[in-house]
């Protein structure tokens, strides 16, 4: 029965992919609803810290977008990687790494992906390369920024004291040398670009010549409230650290009934901490820059919350259900293998990763699994980056963007559909992140 159960759970989730925006979610709804009528199957609790988290921190990255702090934090990127032309493969996926890891979200890598491409361009670099490990960078930095929600789930779910801190410790240098692993692999990949047939034969077009004499440099009004929404957004994540490296700076509220907030010494937890200090750096950033609330509410990234809250309920919620069911023969089967051989989890985590398309779905479905067979947080902590396969089937949005951008054509899909511009860095990345991970949580 668990197969069949299985491949109903692997469907939704393949046919939520597919369908894109909020597909996952509807279809992961949908499972749960076979489940519970099918199958009988007794409904886990929703993931409501998740969808918590993912509220809070996506409004105050989208006050910051109103604000101008986002334009700000762009236009600081985009001297960088202008000042260093000649060495874009390396310098690009680092400017997009620090500036994804400080707003916690990828998305930002929207507006420097044409200036990486432009760059390329005029210094005769193939734009597949740093356009490439570009992507894979701005996924890998949400494995350890205190404002994604994957972190702040994974926090959530170990229930330790110090465990921003301690993922923080682990995965930001790990995963830039996972990055750095990347540009080398990228560095020569391919032909150079005025050697690529493809690219000379589009050059035969007079139209396609001359537009690539065309720049994306443009000069963006900063407004003067941005400099200020960047700092208290700074603040924020300051605090969050704070707290999660001093738990005893958190008041106790007194000793009770656990709940969703506090726990049942009376300490509130990360989840609660993170929403309340979000949100408060959100208000401030409203009232002090004097920026209007509906701005805010028509912000893309705020707009974009609804689909992240739906795909994430449904999915989770699904899986939940399917693990909790199966709880004890999912353990029988897993807990000797990865007791032995607890590196084997990363492969799980990365799988479900690649169907999921989202850290924090991932997170909050395999995390639990893994605390439940006995793999220690250290380890946990090791394989965070592999929850970043979101880059192996070539239609999340970041990889798409990267593919448009690039007017050369070097970025692509391959004739099978997985061998595409972005597999090779990201399997690298990634695997040398969990590598490097596991070296250093050796020391926690």
């Known amino acids: 029965m668990i197969f069949v159960e299985l491949g109903i759970l692997l469907a939704m989730i393949l046919i939520g992919s597919r369908l894109k925006g909020i597909g996952l979610g509807v279809m992961g709804m949908l499972g749960l609803l076979i489940f519970v009528f099918g199958f009988h199957m007794k409904p886990a609790d929703p993931p409501i810290a998740v969808l918590l988290i993912i509220i809070a921190i996506v409004t105050t990255a989208a006050t910051l977008q109103a604000a101008g702090g986002l334009d700000y934090l762009v236009s600081l990127a985009e001297k960088i990687i202008r000042k260093n032309p000649k060495k874009i493969t390396l310098i690009a996926p680092f400017t997009v790494y620090f500036l994804c890891l400080f707003a916690g979200t990828s998305h930002l890598v929207y507006s420097l992906l044409p200036i990486i491409a432009e760059v390329s361009l005029k210094t005769k670099i193939r734009p597949e390369r740093p356009l490439s490990i570009s992507v894979i960078a701005s996924h890998l930095s949400l494995t350890g920024s205190p404002m994604s929600a994957a972190t702040a789930t994974l926090a959530g779910l170990l229930a330790y004291s110090t465990a921003v801190t301690d993922i923080m410790l ?44 065309k720049s994306t440099e443009t000069v963006k009004e900063i407004k003067p409230s941005a400099k200020v929404a960047v700092l208290i957004f700074g603040i924020a994540i300051l605090l969050i650290v704070i707290f999660g490296a001093f738990p005893g700076l958190i008041p106790n509220v007194g000793e009770g009934t656990p709940g969703l907030i506090v726990n049942a010494d009376g300490s509130v937890n990360l989840t609660g901490i993170i929403v ?151 399997i690298v990345s990634v695997a040398t992140a969990v590598g490097v991970g596991f070296l250093i949580s050796s020391f926690l």
């Open 170 to 213: 682990v995965c930001i240098p790990s995963c830039l040398i996972g990055i750095l692993s990347g540009v080398a692999v990228v560095w020569k990949k391919g032909k150079e670009l005025y050697d690529d047939p493809e690219f000379l034969e589009k050059l035969k077009d007079p139209q396609f010549a001359a537009s690539l004499q």
């Open 276 to 426: 309340m200090v979000t949100l408060s750096a959100a208000a401030l950033i409203m009232l002090i820059t004097k920026t209007s609330a509906i701005e805010v509410a028509k912000m893309s990234l705020f707009t974009s919350m609804a689909t992240a809250v739906v795909s994430v309920l449904g999915v989770v919620w699904m899986s939940a259900t399917f693990m909790h069911a199966n709880e004890a023969v999912i353990e029988h089967v897993f807990k000797d293998i990865a007791a032995v051989y607890p590196f084997t989890f990363a492969f799980a985590l990365f799988f479900m990763s690649t169907l999921t398309f989202s850290q924090a779905a991932t997170t909050r479905i395999m995390m639990p699994l893994g605390l439940s067979i006995g793999i220690t947080n250290p380890h946990l902590l090791a394989m965070f980056p592999s929850v970043n396969g979101d880059f192996i089937l070539p239609g999340y949005p970041t990889l798409v963007a990267a593919m448009d951008f690039d007017r050369t054509g070097t970025t692509k899909i391959g004739k099978y559909v997985v061998n595409h511009s972005f597999m090779i860095p990201g």
